[in-house]
């Protein structure tokens, strides 16, 4: 039993896109049978917060169920049909085309459909919900036949046939039982076709709408992603020069000018002779 799930792992790791999508959805589906699955009715009971609702009371509540009603399935056959059909568009897009476009094709034709079974429910006045990977998996069919559409497929039994055919024979059978029954489910498979025609050919125009997708997971990978610490940095400082007092302009003088000064004022008022003995010696050695 382990060595199963060691080759699980493996084929997974080493698989593409489509095949990671495929395990996506077998995974989801044997985890909703025990959660989901009614044994006694035998039949699927997806709560509104999963498969897509037509009333806008309830989408607008739970809008990311747009997206997660293209990951459940209503029994095994739906499932077994939707993957099949989707490893086989998938090989073929990915001849042409990168892994990013293919799941951004995925994921916005699976909105696109939602939108387009939302409003047209509301507008017929019905309510129901809506469950499977069909839209997409159409989409990504249609999307690969509207940019080569004379590639040769080979089919069991059937030999080979251009990739136009396989398309034209699918799209024919939705639309003669859109008013038959699951009427919400051809809508979606249509409005999943359609995004693929405006998907290729927006893309030859240069407008490849995968970004859209790449661009908001590596948002929401970045949100919760744990952020790395800052480097400490070392920072050098001067340190602080000694602060120096303003010294003032006023310069007191000292006791020797002082009195020199006073002798000189009073040799200009009386003379020279006027001056004592002791103020004559004094300024005698004050001038050498």
Do not use: C
């Not at 999508?21 to 995974?27: A, D, E, S």
């Amino acid at each position: 039993m382990s060595r199963i799930f060691d080759d699980i792992k493996l084929q997974y790791k080493i698989g593409d896109i489509t095949n990671k999508v495929i395990y996506w959805n077998v995974g989801i589906f044997l985890l909703s049978i025990p959660l989901f699955f009614e044994f006694k009715e035998y039949y699927f009971d997806y709560p509104h917060w999963l498969a897509l609702s037509s009333n806008p009371n309830e989408f607008l509540i739970f809008p990311w169920t747009f997206l997660s009603y293209a990951f459940l399935h209503s029994g095994f056959w739906h499932l077994f049909f939707n993957m099949v059909m989707l490893n086989f568009s998938g090989r073929l897009f990915l001849t042409f085309f990168t892994q990013k476009q293919f799941l951004g094709l995925y994921i916005l034709s699976s909105i696109f459909a939602g939108l387009a079974f939302a409003i047209a429910y509301y507008l017929l006045g019905n309510s129901t919900i809506i469950v499977g990977a069909s839209a997409a998996v159409l989409s990504i069919l249609v999307a690969t036949t509207a940019y080569q559409p004379l590639m040769n497929v080979r089919l069991l039994l059937i030999g080979n046939v251009k990739l136009w055919h396989i398309t034209a024979v699918i799209l024919i059978l939705d639309v003669m039982q859109i008013m038959i029954e699951n009427t919400g489910g051809h809508i979606a498979h249509l409005a999943g076709a359609i995004f693929g025609i405006i998907y290729i050919k927006l893309l030859q125009n240069g407008t490849d709408l995968s970004n859209i997708v790449t661009n908001i997971i590596n948002f929401f990978v970045n949100l919760f992603q744990p952020k790395k610490a800052t480097p400490f940095k070392k920072v050098h400082v001067n340190p602080k020069k000694p602060i120096v007092k303003a010294q003032s302009k006023i310069v007191t003088k000292d006791r020797a000018q002082q009195q020199i000064d006073e002798i000189l004022d009073k040799i200009s008022q009386s003379g020279y002779d006027s001056l004592t003995a002791e103020e004559k010696e004094f300024l005698f050695k004050a001038g050498k």
